[in-house]
């Protein structure tokens, strides 16, 4: 914008007159009202979001340090035990695959054959089919554990 578009001399006339600036053009009302930056309601819900996120801070702030720390302490330790859980359950798995395979080795069973009655048992059990308890080794609680995660478990075992 140069400087003869924001300036204006307006000449004195007999009548001492004062004329109105010309409009801007129809891009430029575009461009200023861009520039006016959010609308009220914006501005009070951005508002609104800021004053909930100092009232959560200050919730923090407003304890005790030590029990601040506390909480991470036991956030750390329930993070450590789920990580030990996970290691644990990991090991048992290769483990049970190991003897699986060797099993079906000695029977002359291939891999692909193992895996195959793996999903179909895996399947068995997600679709409720098999309930039985295997001699004590599997509680109702832990088909029960199952059951509430099963949609997120049928995407494991997908077969193709």
Known sequence: MS?????QIVPANEQAAFAAPPEPPEPAKKAKAADAGP???EALAHNERLAEKI???DAVLAKPLSEILADREKADEAALAWDRFGAMWMLSQRAMRRVALDLAAQLGVSEEEVVARAMVNANAVLNGADEVDLGGTVAPAQLQHIA???NFLRKQFRTG
């Open 55 to 57: 009232e959560a801070l």
């Open 39 to 41: 609308t009220l309601e």
């Open 148 to 150: 509430r995660h099963r």
């Open 3 to 7: 400087l003869k578009d924001q300036i």
